[in-house]
């Protein structure tokens, strides 16, 4: 043994590379794998947004009305019944917001256009003064080298039209391809999920279900967490507007409402909106008064919603949440922005899981489901090995 540790020292003396480079040199290529793995995924799924889009978001919505048709099974309703209940239920409350929003901004265009002409005059006059200057003259001007601008640019508007028409098409796949994910995962869900188990080794069958199981369980909390929340931050600011009097309360609710589910921003924007419309037509003191109220909602949403209905199932650090935002709004825009922390979120979760299965008791009786199926497959003709690999 003093000869092999003798012999060994010879060789690390002999050995130019230090074993600390070596360990750098190791690390680093591990981390490139890493980076480059989840660049590629990146890019393919750019390259596929007008499906991954779609996808993502009839997932979501599948994470909340999947536990709302289970429990209504678990009630003894009929499985077709409870999907059809769910689908209803969902399509009109839609149908009515939509119905809401188009009854008050038919009702408040009279005095919308009026409050705008005035707004404009008194932005003439302000433009007017001095350091500024803009007399109604330049004014004039301005606009009359604008319509030159769009006559000069109308075939690039023509081709821009024909990209919005073009736009509009790919909304309506998105549209069905949202409705087909969701409606799959009311009536097959678990079907779905035990087939793409399969797929996989069986001896990996195990870390993919606690994965899985562990992904489905943060993403179902997460959703229902930010819809508490967001209608919370709707209600709140919305009922502050319609006490001030602020035009469109409604619209106003609604996109605070979208808002929330993109952490920290969406609150940001939607808070603007409100003010920017309270100062537009009811003065700065109104808009004081609405900035204060809307501070004061994103505060008991982030000192008392947030820790006391998360508590520790979404655990997802702030920074994360930031960086995450900002990145999926540089490379996919809003969708990006809007899909990045759930994403994140269920990732964190799915790593976690895997890494430990057998903590998770659930997955365990899941992983038996699965072996189950595989034995009534293999009783079926299938002549397997029970250490044979899928």
Excluded: C
Excluded at 115 to 131: H, N
Excluded at 164 to 179: M, N, Q
Excluded at 332 to 351: C, D, E, K, Q, Y
């Amino acid at each position: 043994m003093l000869n092999d540790s003798h012999d060994s020292m010879e060789r690390n003396r002999d050995d130019p590379i230090p074993e600390g480079l070596k360990l750098g040199a190791r690390f680093t290529g591990y981390l490139l794998v890493i980076v480059a793995g989840i660049t590629v995924a990146g890019f393919l799924a750019l390259q596929m947004a007008e499906i991954v889009i779609p996808f993502l978001a009839g997932l979501i919505l599948s994470a909340l009305l999947v536990p709302l048709s289970s429990f209504l099974q678990r009630h003894r309703w009929p499985k077709w019944l409870a999907v059809v209940t769910v689908w209803v239920v969902v399509l009109g409350l839609l149908a009515g917001l939509v119905l809401l929003i188009t009854f008050q901004i038919r009702s408040e265009i009279p005095a919308i256009q009026k409050q705008v002409a005035t707004s404009l005059d008194a932005t003439k006059q302000f433009l007017a003064t001095q350091p500024l200057g803009l007399t109604e003259a330049k004014l004039n001007d301005l606009v009359t080298s604008s319509g030159q601008w769009l006559q000069d640019n109308a075939a690039g508007l023509g081709s821009g039209a024909a990209e919005v028409g073009t736009t509009a098409a790919h909304i309506v796949e998105g549209v069905i391809i949202v409705l087909f994910v969701t409606l799959f995962a009311l009536i097959d869900g678990k079907g779905i999920w035990t087939w793409a188990v399969q797929i996989w080794p069986r001896k990996s069958h195990q870390r993919i279900i606690a994965a899985g199981d562990a992904g489905w369980k943060t993403l179902s909390s997460f959703i229902r967490i930010q819809l508490v929340v967001a209608a919370t931050d709707a209600v709140g600011i919305g009922l502050g507007a319609l006490i001030l009097g602020v035009p469109l309360a409604v619209p106003i609710a609604t996109v605070v409402f979208l808002g929330a589910f993109v952490p920290f921003v969406g609150a940001i924007i939607g808070g603007a909106f409100a003010v920017g419309l309270s100062l537009l037509f009811n003065g700065w003191i109104h808009a004081v008064i609405m900035l204060g109220i809307v501070i004061l909602v994103q505060q008991i949403e982030s000192h008392v919603l947030q820790p006391w209905l998360t508590g520790s199932r979404v655990k997802i650090h702030p920074l994360a949440v930031i960086l995450g935002v900002t990145a999926g709004a540089a490379l996919a825009g809003i969708a990006g922005a809007f899909f990045a922390v759930p994403v994140i979120a269920t990732l964190n979760s799915m790593f976690r899981a895997a890494k430990n299965p057998l903590t998770d008791q659930s997955a365990a009786s899941a992983h038996h489901t699965v072996s189950d199926a595989e034995m009534t497959n293999d009783s079926a003709g299938n002549d397997l090995e029970p250490n044979e690999d899928r």
